[in-house]
């Protein structure tokens, strides 16, 4: 488990219709337990939108020194590893060497990941500056020249008796902290291990090529697959089209021609794209599942699932309810298509916000005073973290694709004790990026209770565990919007939100279907095409896809934009899914009973690893991941639309 796969791998209990509908309904009051507690204010002439990371290092030279010292530092515990200390004494490990082992390791790592953070948040900035790309090239190599160096501990650990076991933990007091930490990462992995260090060090190197791989693909996806080149709007004007203004205007202009020309212009550069981006994933498949049937997996896919503790049967149970419920989102599309006024739904026509005034633009600190409001009924702590998060220099806030700025956002964990989580975002002051807020603000609640309350080797978790608290705070959002705002604001915001279970419970899970096949045309062929993988993504969507809206004939490209599918932690996007439909048995318990749900939520936060995922979901909210959880779901999504129906009559009456 090397350092930056660490990194990299940065509901719903019964619900009868009934209580959906009281839980859920757009015209639901606060009960006397739900009273907000009044909010330390925000202050936001104290806002800040750009990240100073001099807490990090002040400069270049500072972040190149310390390249040279993380360097010394490696060539030092390398002689210690293998020459004069470690590895010996890893011969007949006793338990007072292996804690000894494990504190090293444990400086080592939180060094390299400050600098490893530095290198990404900067490349984040601009995808082109040659420094930063040298510098997490760097990095890359640095973190797998540990591996390599340390390669004994893994081959060792994970070969471990189990009568063997205890007699370490017996030999010295202080491993129990850790018990919970070599279970994780070794013990469970008895049956997937590497044979030897000889395997270990090639296991070592495919990592190394796929972290390269995912480095030229972000790259490639922020310089060309997102930059299509210019239309002519009607009003003569020349418009670029970009990561962050395709959907502006697909967002926000109610010019239909200028919504198919921008749609039309990037869905044909992007199959235009697809063979160069074919080409980078083959090689990727080829190596994620040469990875995984090197360490006794049947694949890729599994060996994720296995990281996640699921089981594949979980997964095909969610894609089986998503595609057999996929009505519930005709019923909200033909709402969207009569609301539009249209006879036909296009694909450019489903972004548009249903607003009076579509390109209303919210300015940053405005979204950061209706997002702090969501928490009113939350533990005061996590107002607190909201404050010096946003007040900090901890987000970098506005877009900038032209000078390099990758798309999208996300969070990076606080470095040490009291630090706050980095937050990246490309705001444009649209409905949705109020969402993307709160949802990385989700992240850094996640990030802040774990590193302060566990030792940093506990501050992990799966992907769909760090998701839910982003996927939580969006429903607080959309409940602080349905009690708080007029029946016209709630029905767009309400209609966006829609969109997003659209999302997260019909694009993400084809996703990972898509890759998981995907993979296996990649393995029995040597070339693949674009138009291979095109016809296979349009064919897969056909299945999860409504029937409302007129899709193109032609075979979709729209694969190659999911920068997730080219992620060394691959298969992602199921995760997204799961957590949400989580998050919605989560919000339950918390509109029944918010004291109580507090209490438990901050100490699930805060528990990081010291207890597995479905076992801390058990303890702290007594949820399963099985079909019940997601057929609960989806008669939330039903319940939501049926209430976005119901307020659109009252707006209109």
């Known amino acids: 488990m090397g350092i930056i796969m660490k990194k990299l791998l940065p509901l719903v209990i019964i619900i009868i219709i009934i209580s959906l509908l009281i839980t859920f309904s757009g015209c639901m009051k606060k009960t006397d337990d739900q009273v907000a507690v009044p909010l330390e204010p925000l202050n936001t002439s104290n806002v800040t939108?750009?990240?100073?990371?001099?807490?990090?290092?002040?400069?270049?030279?500072?972040?190149?020194?310390?390249?040279?010292?993380?360097?010394?530092?490696?060539?030092?515990?390398?002689?210690?590893?293998?020459?004069?200390?470690?590895?010996?004494?890893?011969?007949?490990?006793?338990?007072?060497?292996?804690?000894?082992y494990l504190k090293e390791e444990e400086y080592y790592s939180e060094s390299f990941e400050a600098l490893w953070q530095y290198a990404v948040a900067k490349h984040s900035l601009n995808v082109n500056d040659p420094f930063f790309n040298g510098l997490l090239l760097e990095m890359q190599d640095l973190s797998t020249k540990h591996d390599e160096a340390t390669s004994?501990?893994?081959?060792?650990?994970?070969?471990?008796?189990?009568?063997?076991?205890?007699?370490?933990?017996?030999?010295?007091?202080?491993?129990?902290?850790?018990?919970?930490?070599?279970?994780?990462?070794?013990?469970r992995f008895k049956d997937h291990r590497p044979y030897n260090e000889d395997h270990s060090l090639y296991l070592t190197k495919i990592v190394n090529q796929l972290m390269k791989l995912e480095t030229s693909a972000m790259t490639e996806i922020t310089n060309n697959v997102t930059k299509p080149g210019n239309i002519t709007l009607d009003n003569g004007e020349e418009y670029t089209i970009n990561s962050q203004s395709y959907y502006s205007l697909l967002y926000t202009d109610n010019n239909r021609n200028n919504r198919e020309k921008c749609y039309n212009k990037r869905y044909y550069h992007w199959i235009n794209e697809s063979d160069k981006m074919a080409v980078l994933y083959n090689e990727k498949s080829k190596l994620d599942d040469l990875h995984a049937r090197e360490l006794n997996y049947t694949d890729a896919f599994e060996a994720k699932l296995f990281y996640s503790y699921l089981e594949k049967e979980q997964i095909d149970d969610m894609n089986s309810v998503f595609k057999k419920r996929k009505k519930v989102f005709d019923k909200y599309f033909e709402f969207k298509k009569n609301k539009l006024g249209f006879d036909q739904l296009k694909p450019y026509d489903i972004y548009l916000q249903l607003s009076k005034e579509p390109d209303h633009y919210c300015n940053y600190t405005d979204a950061l005073l209706d997002i702090q409001q969501s928490y009113s009924s939350m533990d005061p702590e996590f107002n607190r973290i909201f404050i010096q998060t946003v007040t900090g220099n901890f987000i970098d806030v506005y877009p900038n694709p032209e000078n390099g700025k990758q798309l999208g956002g996300y969070c990076f964990t606080p470095c040490k004790k009291e630090a706050f989580p980095l937050i990246f975002l490309n705001y444009n002051g649209l409905i949705s990026d109020k969402n993307l807020i709160t949802r990385k603000m989700g992240y850094g609640f996640y990030f802040y209770l774990m590193y302060n309350n566990v030792d940093y080797l506990y501050c992990d978790g799966t992907t769909y565990e760090m998701e839910i608290p982003s996927t939580f705070n969006e429903e607080l959002f959309i409940d602080y919007i349905i009690n708080n705002k007029s029946n016209e604001t709630v029905v767009s915001v309400l209609s966006h939100h829609v969109d997003e279970y659209y999302n997260y419970f019909t694009i993400q899970p084809l996703i990972t279907e898509f890759e998981y096949k995907a993979h296996r045309l990649c393995s029995k062929q040597d070339n693949i095409s674009g138009a291979d993988l095109n016809s296979l993504w349009t064919n897969l969507s056909k299945e999860y896809r409504t029937g409302i809206i007129e899709f193109y004939d032609e075979d979709s490209a729209e694969w190659i934009y999911y920068y997730h599918i080219y992620l060394t932690d691959n298969y992602y996007t199921y995760n997204y899914a799961i957590s949400k439909a989580i998050t919605l048995s989560l919000f339950k318990q918390y509109k029944e009973d918010p004291q109580k749900f507090n209490e438990n939520y901050l100490e699930y936060l805060k528990a990081g690893t010291t207890i597995t995922p479905q076992e801390k979901l058990k303890k702290y909210f007594n949820i399963e991941i099985d079909e019940k959880l997601f057929e609960d779901a989806m008669d939330v999504v039903e319940s939501r639309v049926n209430t976005l129906i119901e307020l659109e009559k009252e707006t209109v009456e």
Request: aromatic share 14%; hydrophobic share 35%; net charge negative.
């Open 49 to 100: 939108t750009k990240w100073d990371l001099s807490f990090l290092f002040n400069n270049r030279l500072e972040a190149s020194n310390e390249v040279l010292r993380l360097v010394q530092i490696e060539l030092e515990l390398e002689d210690k590893y293998i020459n004069n200390y470690f590895r010996p004494q890893f011969q007949t490990l006793k338990g007072e060497v292996l804690l000894e």
């Open 152 to 187: 004994f501990v893994e081959v060792k650990l994970t070969s471990i008796s189990e009568d063997e076991w205890d007699r370490i933990f017996s030999e010295e007091p202080g491993l129990e902290e850790y018990r919970s930490y070599l279970e994780c990462n070794y013990i």
